[in-house]
């Protein structure tokens, strides 16, 4: 059968591809293992979380579908980092990761343009570098000129629980182990890597009475815009915490000759910002506990996921150790943790459209490209099903920039450094973080969604009118004074605002650290027709007005700077604060100008920042 677009694999990668490619217009098929797990949580029953938010809001700006499958099957949601400041905050929900599953499948078997198959894919066929479909272990063979791979953590997948391994993508599930061998043989760097998950505990064996309580907002906000967040109002079920203690920790320490990562017996390398409990143990041993996180798996909550517990040691020490911790005594494993390994693709290996260097029409996108977590896989998923299908339709490719989305950067810094170890997003990693906020993904982003017909006419006329009122009202705010008459002082009293002494921008008025948006309406009236997320906007940029200026001339000196041409013979081993490494390529590619520098995997925003300082220092001593 022919298509235009093969995804396999369909776990939240391949979710946000297929849906994106489907959506364009473009006939699509998704090849995964079990159709009855497609949207299947692998770990953690919880979507978003630090940087993490700020992909989903992101995904969901442009027309994906992660954030409204969050909404519909949330069962508890929260701000983290709700008292910094907004460039830091981060939207984090429980799900009922069976709901969510459930939704996911739904949603995919009803998209016009996508056909589901339950089948392994086997091998690729690829004919003069250049991919035309793929084979199943069915015999099976599917055409099309755009393939991508979204397989997770099931390429030549190993499970290891103590001594014992199995070959599996997913506990219960088949590895990918031909696929795997066949992408060796395509000559890609292939790399390994190792991840893992927690024991499930029995619902009814756990005491919470001696546990912290820890509840959701009071107020919850949705995670897609398209939501309405007046009418939101879910079921909201607790988490709880507690801790190891000593008695944990020496059952973990005197058992770690039997753990596998301590053995030998596991090779690839684990995700440094999320280690198992005898990683832990082993490398802060100083501490006296470590802090677990109770949280329910479904609405029923008749299983918990025991986060901050993940391990790899086998089952009876498992038992042993979760027992010792408080609230835990009697507790039944009702799914052992186990730690696993899998191929991935050294990610230097893609263009920034996330296909092959090496294959025409071969993509990748998840955990295939090194990276850790449901949310950069379904960001890297979009923007691969995106590029796949405007390859198709004979478009330019989308290719997000740092200043425009964590997106953009989650994809630059795995395309131009590359990773040894599972590659996680936070907030840190983006030099525009005061930008790219959560609250204002939408505006950021919702242009690409409408080009490429991703989002409804509905939505759009609702983002629109934000976008036209916040630029409304902040325009109003610059250009509008006040002054410290008697009868305003007095004003500002009454609403228990500090007097001001001299004439003051409305704009800096707003960006007291004591203004709040009742305030706002009170000190501007015609300010009460717009919505309360508008408000919430006004009260940001007008806080952070003066920071959120520097950054935007930050960007557009970059942006400027990209256009600098590097001079003919331009000797880059001279050039100090270079690696010998990205001399090399420099010097190999010799790039015209610094934006085709900027392409080149490792050349890194810093290293451009030096070159450009040497380019203008070279230009004056003509």
Do not use: W
């Amino acid at each position: 059968m022919n298509y235009d677009v093969i995804v396999i694999g369909g776990g939240h990668a391949g979710i946000e591809a297929s849906l994106a490619s489907a959506r364009m217009g473009v006939k699509t098929l998704l090849v995964t293992i079990l159709a009855e797990q497609i949207g299947a949580s692998s770990c953690n029953p919880a979507i978003g979380g630090l940087a993490k938010g700020h992909l989903v809001k992101e995904l969901d700006a442009m027309g994906g579908e992660m954030g409204l499958a969050t909404d519909a099957t949330g069962i508890q949601f929260r701000i983290l980092n709700q008292s910094k400041g907004p460039a830091v905050r981060g939207s984090r929900a429980q799900i009922d990761m069976d709901r969510y599953r459930i939704y996911m499948r739904d949603v995919m078997l009803n998209t016009k343009n996508l056909d589901i198959k339950q089948e392994l894919a086997s091998a690729l066929i690829i004919e003069d570098n250049k991919v035309l479909g793929v084979e199943t272990q069915l015999g099976n063979r599917y055409i099309a000129s755009k393939v991508i791979i979204s397989a997770g953590t099931f390429l030549n997948g190993l499970i290891h629980i103590g001594e014992k391994k199995q070959q599996a993508g997913r506990q219960g599930e088949f590895a990918s182990l031909e696929l795997a061998e066949y992408m060796k043989e395509l000559g890609l760097e292939i790399g390994r890597l190792k991840t893992g998950t927690c024991a499930r505990i029995d619902g009814s064996s756990i005491d919470f009475s001696n546990m912290e309580v820890q509840g959701g907002d009071e107020k919850p906000i949705p995670f897609s815009f398209r939501t309405n967040r007046a009418t939101f109002n879910p079921t909201q079920l607790p988490c709880h915490v507690t801790y190891t203690n000593e008695t944990t920790h020496n059952i973990i320490e005197s058992n770690f000759y039997r753990a596998p990562m301590f053995s030998g017996q596991i090779e690839g390398m684990g995700p440094r910002y999320c280690p198992s409990i005898e990683d832990k143990i082993n490398r802060f041993r100083d501490r006296p506990r470590h802090q677990i996180f109770v949280e329910p798996q479904t609405m029923e909550a008749n299983e918990y996921y025991i986060n901050g517990m993940s391990t790899s040691l086998p089952t009876d020490v498992q038992l042993d150790m979760i027992r010792s911790v408080e609230g835990m005594e009697n507790a039944k494993i009702v799914r052992y943790g186990y730690a696993i390994e899998y191929d991935y693709v050294q990610p230097t290996e893609l263009k920034h459209t996330l296909e092959t260097k090496k294959i025409e029409g071969l993509y990748c996108a998840g955990q295939i490209n090194g990276t850790t977590g449901y949310e950069e896989a379904a960001a890297q998923g979009m923007m691969a099903g995106i590029n796949a299908g405007l390859s198709i339709q004979g478009k330019e490719p989308l290719i997000l920039g740092r200043d425009e989305a964590y997106i953009g950067v989650l994809i630059d810094d795995l395309v131009t450094k590359g990773t040894k170890e599972p590659y996680r997003m936070f907030t840190s990693r983006s030099e525009y973080r005061l930008l790219l906020r959560e609250d204002n993904a939408d505006m950021r982003l919702y242009k690409y969604g409408k080009a490429l017909g991703l989002l409804d006419d509905k939505y759009l006329a609702q983002v629109e009118q934000k976008e036209r009122d916040l630029t409304e009202a902040i325009g109003y705010l610059k250009e509008n004074h006040v002054t410290p008459t008697k009868e305003y002082v007095a004003f500002l009293e009454s609403i228990s605002e500090e007097k001001i002494n001299d004439k003051i921008c409305l704009l800096d008025l707003l960006g007291r650290a004591t203004m709040t948006a009742e305030k706002i309406v009170k000190l501007i009236p015609t300010f009460g027709k717009y919505s309360d997320e508008v408000i919430e906007q006004i009260l940001i940029e007008a806080k952070y007005s003066r920071y959120i200026e520097k950054q935007q001339n930050q960007v557009d000196k970059m942006k400027d700077m990209l256009k600098v041409k590097i001079p003919n013979g331009f000797e880059f081993e001279k050039v100090s604060g270079l690696s010998n490494e990205i001399v090399e390529k420099l010097n190999t590619i010799n790039p015209p100008t610094l934006f085709n520098a900027s392409e080149i995997s490792g050349v890194t925003p810093a290293a451009l920042e030096i070159l450009h300082i040497y380019i203008k220092m070279a230009q004056r001593a003509r």
